[in-house]
């Protein structure tokens, strides 16, 4: 059922884009030379960026991409874009984004000349990136992945009864605080008690606090909760082998987490959002105004990705939750 529903979904995009693509008259002949695009990445390209690229080639356009990668090191990418922000502010037809650490440092040396596509913001309205979603009024649009923190632990709400939460994040992180008081506002609504555990790069509290909620038998929560920020991502293999070996029920918001041993993650498809963003550049580049061009939202199509393995030694059934589109890892 779930591969029928991710084929299906696929197959809706393509084919959006490529009736958009027969309204505006776009065919590879219109488009007289390579554009140039510069890509402010964080952590390397990611599914959306081979979307992205994809996207633009099914749309019959070739391109220049000019990569400056973070590599999740705010300062080097600050130091980087100060360095050349003659260069993306006047060499490039379009600039290109991922998340909202990257999309915030390209925002403060940009003039707003060039068209910007962000891709995978979670609140670009709060972010200040965009007056509102449907009308960005300024020289930029793009994709938002926020699925609401209520859908993200719907899965395990309904398999287990959990008094006790654990919730790690990264406090450097941009989106952390808006996640943290709409977790907190759902968690009093449901009566669910929260244990944060702040985490921060350089440092060793990420380990200390996983051991502190593994290595101990009687557990402090009931269940974990980790949010999609690229520094948790980054360690997803740690706090899989650690919440695997431990028997903890534990969800995320990046699919790595599954990947590597937590039970389950609620996550978009990010090769489907760069196709967006992708298509957002199409409706630019043949006479549309970013100003007017809404955010592409994917709140409601998600995936529930289960590792099978952690769900066999938990001794539970997760695909009996009402959620429709279940992926197994093995």
């Known amino acids: 059922m779930s591969n029928i529903a991710n084929k299906a979904n696929r197959i809706l995009v393509v084919l959006s884009i490529f009736l958009f693509s027969l309204l505006t008259h776009a065919a590879p002949d219109d488009i007289d030379r390579p554009l140039k695009i510069a890509m402010i ?10 979307g992205f690229k994809d996207a633009l080639t099914s749309l019959g356009y070739k391109a220049e991409f000019y990569v400056f990668n973070g590599n999740q090191n ?3 990418l600050a130091e980087t874009l ?15 984004s991922f998340g909202t650490t990257a999309t915030q440092m390209l925002n403060s040396v940009s003039d707003e000349s060039t068209p910007h596509i962000f891709n995978i913001v979670t609140n670009p309205v709060s972010e200040g990136f965009i007056k509102t979603m449907q009308k960005p009024e300024v020289n930029r649009t793009g994709t938002s992945q926020r699925i609401p923190v209520s859908r993200q632990l719907e899965p395990i709400l309904q398999i287990k009864n959990i008094n006790k939460l654990a919730f790690f ?3 450097r992180e941009r989106n952390s605080e808006l996640i943290r008081k709409e977790l907190y506002g759902f968690s009093n609504r449901q009566g669910i008690e929260i244990l944060e555990f702040r985490c921060a790069p ?5 380990e200390r606090y996983l051991d502190s909620i593994t290595n101990t038998k009687d557990p402090i929560a009931d269940a974990a909760y980790f949010p999609g920020d690229s520094y948790l991502v980054s360690k997803a ?3 899989g082998q650690k919440i695997q070996k431990a028997g903890l029920i534990a969800i995320g918001a990046h699919q790595d987490y599954a990947r590597y041993g937590v039970l389950a993650a609620v996550m978009p498809d990010y090769y489907r959002l760069g196709e967006a963003a992708a298509t957002q550049l199409h409706r630019h580049y043949h006479g549309g105004i970013l100003n ?4 592409y939202s994917i709140t409601t199509e998600y995936n529930l990705i289960v ?11 997760i695909s009996k939750s009402t959620h429709k589109n279940v992926v197994f890892i093995d």
């Open 41 to 50: 990445l964080w952590r390397g390209e990611t599914e959306a960026e081979r």
């Open 74 to 76: 705010r300062e080097k």
């Open 82 to 96: 100060r360095t050349n922000a003659d260069i993306i502010n006047k060499d490039f037809d379009y600039l290109y």
């Open 169 to 171: 994040f990264n406090p």
């Open 202 to 206: 350089g440092t060793n509290r990420l």
């Open 237 to 239: 293999e740690l706090i």
């Open 292 to 295: 007017d061009i809404p955010v």
């Open 307 to 317: 590792n099978r393995k952690t769900q066999d030694l938990l001794g539970i059934d």
